[in-house]
């Protein structure tokens, strides 16, 4: 879990990084990228795109669990948060068990990064330079324009803004598809159960 500080220096020096959690089993395998026939990503521009609203989250919607499950766990900001697994914990409940303990939820140490090793180093660098990130859902839509809700699971692809910063430099946007999958718990609320984030160019720590 802690091997993607180092990723995330090569991103926030202006590189993009490929990451990927699999959909947990028995679910197929989740790609990303827009509907079949899309010309872009789903939702407004980048340049003119607004974040979905935020608030009282409806918990018993899967679009507006995703926008903010998504949007807490993929966050962060180096100077305040206490380690790189610091947004999985955030996220953890509106994650599955399995999948938030395939994130490294709850394992020893998290969520801090206060032990020794290259990790724990990078992690303390990336606190010096101030580095923090901070993700906007601009629009959710079902992978391949099918909705599936009726069955209990569904995958939604999300169209994300990220804008990273380090110390006092201008902010550096980009915009993403990941993909989520989320089931419908016994109480009626969804969690999400898996991730495609292939086409997220960097990813917050935690991953």
């Known amino acids: 879990?802690?091997?993607?500080?180092?990723m995330l220096l090569v991103v926030l020096?202006?590189?993009?990084?490929?990451?990927?959690?699999?959909?947990?089993?028995?679910?197929?395998?989740v790609t990303t990228g827009p509907p079949p026939g899309a010309s872009q990503a789903p939702g407004p521009p980048l340049a003119t795109a607004t974040a979905l609203a935020t608030g009282e989250v409806d918990r018993t919607n899967p679009a507006a669990v995703a926008v903010d499950c998504f949007t807490r766990w993929q966050s962060f900001d180096a100077r305040t948060d206490s380690g790189p697994s610091a947004g999985v914990e955030r996220a953890r409940d509106c994650l599955t068990e399995d999948f938030a303990a395939s994130l490294g939820a709850g394992a020893p140490g998290a969520p801090g990064a206060a032990g020794g090793g290259a990790d724990g180093q990078a992690w303390?660098?990336?606190?010096?330079?101030?580095?923090?990130?901070?993700?906007?859902?601009?629009?959710?839509?079902?992978?391949?324009?099918?909705?599936?809700?009726?069955?209990?699971?569904?995958?939604?692809?999300?169209?994300?803004?990220?804008?990273s910063t380090t110390g006092n430099e201008a902010p550096v946007a980009a915009l993403?598809?990941?993909?989520?999958?989320?089931?419908?718990?016994?109480?009626?609320?969804?969690?999400?159960?898996?991730a495609d984030l292939a086409s997220v160019a960097g990813d917050a720590p935690g991953r």
């Open 124 to 163: 303390q660098d990336l606190r010096a330079q101030g580095a923090r990130s901070q993700v906007s859902v601009l629009a959710t839509t079902p992978l391949g324009g099918i909705d599936t809700t009726a069955t209990g699971r569904v995958v939604l692809q999300l169209n994300v803004r990220r804008e």
């Open 1 to 6: 879990m802690l091997l993607v500080v180092p």
């Open 13 to 29: 020096a202006g590189c993009g990084t490929l990451d990927r959690a699999a959909d947990p089993a028995p679910s197929p395998s």
């Open 176 to 194: 993403s598809t990941p993909a989520l999958t989320l089931l419908r718990q016994d109480d009626g609320t969804w969690r999400v159960a898996g």
